[in-house]
């Protein structure tokens, strides 16, 4: 089954709305544990409407991963149409500080990629094909930026970046019990920021 077959999120209310109860059960209990008639009660439609755009949940699924990746290469797209006459080590470290950003505002991304990370799976499979490869390849070629010396893995700095990027927010009940902070404000989404960006390449130049 392709990417064609992944509907898109409209204008139509009760689509974003099956969309936003979707992603907040793959994130909290899994592919295996969400339930269609859970998800459609959840998003207060009825459940043939939601079977009217995903009659499947491989389907749904699907939908959800599309819209988060998507939304991640659009954004990813304007910073680097916004910095083409920037250097490569600036438009790296903004890149870094934007994935932070990213990560506090769509924590689900990787709640859902560490369930699916799990175990090699068909759905597994798709996300490497379609979207975590593309998005490797892209961190890969910032890795002459990086801290010489070291992250000169490709694939160790891609998971540097994405664990110290979404942890905070990931765990973020854990994040508050143990700093009294909310990780989400916008001080300490700014904080993390600089810090995965000054332990990825170092201090910035004056």
Same mark, same amino acid.
């Given at each position: 089954m392709g990417r064609k077959a992944v509907a898109k999120p409209?204008? *139509?209310?009760?689509? %974003?709305?099956?969309?936003?109860?979707?992603?907040?059960?793959?994130?909290?209990?899994?592919?295996?544990?969400a339930s269609l008639r859970a998800i459609s009660a959840e998003a207060g439609v009825l459940h043939t409407a939601l079977l009217y755009h995903f009659n499947t949940k491989e389907l749904l699924w699907r939908a959800v991963?599309?819209?988060?990746?998507? *939304?991640?290469?659009? %954004?990813?797209?304007?910073?680097?149409a916004q910095m083409r006459t920037a250097g490569k080590g600036a438009r790296a470290r903004q890149l870094v500080r934007d994935f932070v950003h990213f990560c506090a505002e769509r924590p689900e991304l990787h709640r859902i990629m560490t369930i699916e990370g799990r175990s090699d799976t068909p759905r597994l499979a798709w996300l490497v094909k379609n979207y975590t490869k593309p998005l490797f390849d892209a961190v890969a070629a910032t890795a002459p930026q990086a801290r010489a010396g070291v992250f000169t893995d490709p694939i160790r700095l891609f998971y540097a970046i994405i664990g110290l990027a979404a942890s905070t927010f990931t765990l973020a009940p854990e994040y508050k019990r143990l700093s009294g902070r909310d990780p989400f404000s916008a001080k300490e989404i700014e904080a993390t920021a600089e810090l995965v960006e000054t332990l990825i390449f170092g201090p910035a130049k004056a």
């Open positions: 409209s204008s *139509d209310e009760g689509l %974003r709305r099956i969309l936003y109860a979707a992603r907040a059960a793959f994130a909290n209990v899994g592919f295996e544990g991963m599309a819209e988060i990746f998507e *939304d991640l290469q659009v %954004r990813v797209a304007k910073r680097m």
